[in-house]
């Protein structure tokens, strides 16, 4: 389904529900907060008289409602240490210095200060809004956080997450398998990997030790083997808390890994629409204009269908192209055998260290077997628009496609 978002904004369907006497969680209006008064967040600062006041912002009410408190009246430290951080933000940028003084000696902030202030903490609650959103939808036990220390950005308004991949009308992602392996301790000789004339991918430590460009087949959900399965990776999602932050050098978003990552662990899933290859060219000419794409092509063994990420997906859709990346490319095959449809599975190709970006390369060059028939299938949709590439590698080619 294609979604529309909401044009008016939380305080204007605050007020709505409080002229109708409505409740409704998703926008903090409750039972409670209907008749109660809770700061949401500081607006302005001035003294007067030498007492100090603070403009209000009430949860659940409108902008309206705001109202000058004394400090003595606030019991909200952290949002009083919020607003001054971002005060003293501002003024360290150089877009403010200091507090200005009237001729009737009362001290208030700038307009402009007080104007940054208040989109920081409305920035503030929709990040938080949205890191509570992630980690509901997610179906995997790692968390998301989200992060942004660089400019007034705030989430996106036209993503959706999902966990697995969304079909396109007449697109069958699962093409209706009803076997599985009889191991009681895979892997045995007749497991799923040797069934379909490849090896098992993972070692003893459930790390990948097959050679880029050749297939993933795992366990699917008709074998005998339970959870524990050292053959079951991919399906059971990333393991490790990642955190989606703001870049500081015109990237956008990115996404950095809160945990340590040995080489050769599998990290995510690129998911998003399954599409035809038709509408990936018609799309794709309206993403060219915008300078981005999300366009993943599914040619492992054709060239009939894309993964379109660019408004349905995952963590993955934040992850920015590195010419020497830390991540690379596998076709999966779990519950859907069907070759023109492989799930996409991220691998560290190295050890990642906590705080690292994780970044793959776009075009897949250097990190796939070339001489591999297969190893083409693993290239994103083309662009026919060059875009410049900001990744900061020192083998840098210059530009993303």
Same mark, same amino acid.
């Given at each position: 389904?294609?979604?529309?978002?909401?044009?008016?904004?939380?305080?204007?369907?605050?007020?709505?529900?409080?002229?109708?006497?409505?409740?409704?969680? &998703?926008?903090?209006?409750?039972?409670?907060?209907?008749?109660?008064?809770?700061?949401?967040?500081?607006?302005?600062?001035?003294?007067?008289?030498?007492?100090?006041?603070?403009? +209000?912002?009430?949860?659940?009410?409108?902008?309206?409602?705001?109202?000058?408190?004394?400090?003595?009246?606030?019991?909200?430290?952290?949002?009083?240490?919020?607003?001054?951080?971002?005060?003293?933000?501002?003024?360290?940028?150089?877009?403010?210095?200091?507090?200005?003084?009237?001729?009737?000696?009362?001290?208030?902030?700038?307009?402009?200060?007080?104007?940054?202030?208040?989109?920081?903490?409305?920035?503030?609650?929709?990040?938080?809004?949205?890191?509570?959103?992630?980690?509901?939808?997610?179906?995997?036990?790692?968390?998301?956080?989200?992060?942004?220390? %660089?400019?007034?950005?705030?989430? /996106?308004?036209?993503?959706?997450?999902?966990?697995?991949?969304? @079909?396109?009308?007449?697109?069958?992602?699962?093409?209706?398998?009803?076997?599985?392996?009889?191991?009681?301790?895979?892997?045995?000789?007749?497991?799923?990997?040797?069934?379909?004339?490849?090896?098992?991918?993972?070692?003893?430590?459930?790390?990948?030790?097959? =050679?880029?460009?050749?297939?993933?087949?795992?366990?699917?959900?008709?074998?005998?083997?339970?959870?524990?399965? /050292?053959?079951?990776?991919?399906?059971? #999602?990333? /393991?490790? &808390?990642?955190?989606?932050?703001?870049?500081?050098?015109?990237?956008?978003?990115? +996404?950095?890994?809160?945990?340590?990552?040995?080489?050769?662990?599998? %990290?995510?899933?690129?998911?998003?629409?399954?599409?035809?290859?038709?509408?990936?060219?018609?799309?794709?000419?309206?993403?060219?204009? =915008?300078?981005?794409?999300?366009?993943?092509?599914?040619?492992?063994?054709?060239?009939?269908?894309?993964?379109?990420?660019?408004?349905? #997906?995952?963590?993955?859709?934040?992850?920015?192209?590195?010419? !020497? @990346?830390?991540? =690379? %490319?596998?076709?999966?095959?779990? !519950?859907?055998? !069907?070759?023109?449809?492989?799930?996409?599975?991220?691998?560290?190709?190295?050890?990642?260290?906590?705080?690292?970006?994780?970044?793959?390369?776009?075009?897949?060059? #250097? &990190?796939? !077997?070339? &001489?591999?028939?297969?190893?083409?299938?693993?290239?994103?949709?083309?662009?026919?628009?060059?875009?410049?590439?900001?990744?900061?590698?020192?083998?840098?080619?210059?530009?993303?496609?």
């Amino acid at each position: 389904a294609w979604y529309v978002p909401c044009l008016a904004s939380h305080e204007t369907l605050q007020e709505l529900c409080r002229k109708e006497n409505l409740t409704c969680k &998703s926008i903090g209006i409750t039972n409670r907060s209907l008749k109660s008064y809770e700061v949401e967040y500081l607006c302005d600062y001035k003294v007067e008289e030498g007492k100090a006041y603070y403009l +209000v912002k009430w949860k659940g009410w409108p902008e309206s409602s705001n109202t000058w408190e004394p400090r003595k009246h606030l019991n909200c430290p952290l949002l009083i240490q919020n607003f001054l951080k971002d005060k003293n933000e501002y003024l360290s940028r150089g877009r403010g210095r200091k507090a200005m003084k009237l001729r009737n000696h009362v001290k208030t902030l700038k307009p402009a200060i007080a104007d940054y202030v208040v989109k920081k903490a409305k920035q503030r609650i929709a990040l938080q809004r949205w890191k509570e959103e992630l980690n509901r939808k997610k179906n995997h036990k790692a968390m998301i956080l989200v992060e942004n220390t %660089v400019d007034l950005e705030g989430p /996106p308004l036209d993503f959706y997450y999902i966990n697995e991949y969304k @079909p396109a009308p007449g697109i069958n992602v699962l093409n209706g398998i009803t076997t599985g392996c009889e191991c009681a301790d895979c892997p045995a000789e007749k497991c799923c990997p040797k069934e379909a004339g490849f090896i098992l991918a993972y070692n003893k430590r459930k790390k990948l030790k097959i =050679q880029p460009g050749l297939p993933i087949y795992e366990c699917n959900s008709y074998c005998r083997c339970g959870p524990d399965c /050292p053959n079951r990776i991919v399906q059971k #999602g990333t /393991p490790y &808390s990642l955190c989606i932050f703001r870049t500081n050098n015109g990237r956008g978003w990115g +996404v950095k890994t809160l945990q340590k990552i040995k080489t050769n662990s599998f %990290v995510m899933e690129y998911v998003g629409e399954v599409i035809t290859s038709e509408e990936a060219e018609r799309r794709g000419q309206f993403y060219d204009n =915008q300078g981005n794409t999300y366009l993943f092509d599914l040619d492992y063994d054709s060239d009939e269908f894309t993964v379109d990420a660019a408004r349905y #997906g995952n963590v993955s859709h934040f992850v920015n192209h590195s010419c !020497d @990346p830390n991540l =690379q %490319v596998f076709n999966v095959f779990i !519950d859907n055998l !069907d070759l023109r449809l492989p799930r996409i599975a991220l691998f560290s190709t190295r050890t990642i260290k906590a705080g690292e970006e994780l970044t793959f390369d776009y075009q897949m060059k #250097g &990190s796939i !077997d070339l &001489s591999s028939d297969s190893a083409e299938g693993l290239t994103p949709s083309k662009k026919s628009i060059r875009t410049v590439c900001k990744c900061g590698a020192m083998c840098c080619r210059g530009y993303l496609n």
